[in-house]
T-cell receptor, first 113, second 112 residues
Framework: NAGVTQTPKFQVLKTGQSMTLQCAQDMNHEYMSWYRQDPGMGLRLIHYSVGAGITDQGEVPNGYNVSRSTTEDFPLRLLSAAPSQTSVYFC????????????FGPGTRLTVT | KQEVTQIPAALSVPEGENLVLNCSFTDSAIYNLQWFRQDPGKGLTSLLLIQSSQREQTSGRLNASLDKSSGRSTLYIAASQPGDSATYLCAACTSGTYKYIFGTGTRLKVLA
């Protein structure tokens, strides 16, 4: 198993540009989530999904969209990048969030200038 | 609203010492609490997950305990080694939600 994969590893955007961060898992996990990690603030939940076709907002959803058309993939879209979205983004998955451990991807480091 | 706190923010100990990392949470209605390790520039690795009905979990030199009534969890590391140097994070999944709330972590340095 490849586990949780994320692409790209690094990305630089200009303010106002849009892009999609990719996340995929091959463990047949139902639960997937996106976090951002900023210095001094820990990890904050952006969006999550409990299965294909079902998504919901986390703590900091503004400026981000998600969709879940398959069990394996959970892309995160930045609609119009802002410098405040400069961060490290992590995708995670588990069989479900309540009883099983979460597995994390290696992260995407995003800089918005 | 669930809040998770980890104190201290940083800790430096000599090799071989037994140590305890602390995690506090404000809402005791949780499904589980999970401990993670993060190496610099890397993703998170799950160490231990404690269900709300459990009091502790063990894996090798690691032991995590959970006291819901006091809103506390501790991660005990026995006979620390330089390879244990990393940031340790805890996260609580609040009942009635599918959301994990993370603490800001404890940065551990084990000196050889």
């Amino acid at each position: 198993n490849a586990g949780v994969t994320q692409t790209p590893k690094f990305q630089v955007l200009k303010t106002g540009q849009s892009m999609t961060l990719q996340c995929a898992q091959d463990m047949n996990h139902e639960y997937m989530s996106w976090y951002r990690q900023d210095p001094g603030m820990g990890l904050r939940l952006i969006h999550y999904s409990v299965g294909a076709g079902i998504t919901d907002q986390g703590e900091v959803p503004n400026g981000y969209n998600v969709s879940r058309s398959t069990t394996e993939d959970f892309p995160l879209r930045l609609l119009s990048a802002a410098p405040s979205q400069t961060s490290v983004y992590f995708c995670a998955s588990s069989y479900d969030s309540r009883s099983y451990e979460q597995y994390f991807g290696p992260g995407t480091r995003l800089t918005v200038t | 609203k669930q809040e998770v706190t980890q104190i201290p923010a940083a800790l430096s100990v000599p090799e071989g010492e037994n140590l305890v990392l602390n995690c506090s949470f404000t809402d005791s209605a949780i499904y589980n609490l999970q401990w993670f390790r993060q190496d610099p520039g890397k993703g998170l690795t799950s160490l231990l997950l404690i269900q709300s009905s459990q009091r502790e979990q063990t894996s090798g030199r690691l032991n995590a305990s959970l006291d819901k009534s006091s809103g506390r969890s501790t991660l005990y590391i026995a006979a620390s080694q330089p390879g244990d140097s990393a940031t340790y994070l805890c996260a609580a999944c609040t009942s009635g939600t599918y959301k994990y709330i993370f603490g800001t972590g404890t940065r551990l340095k084990v000196l050889a």
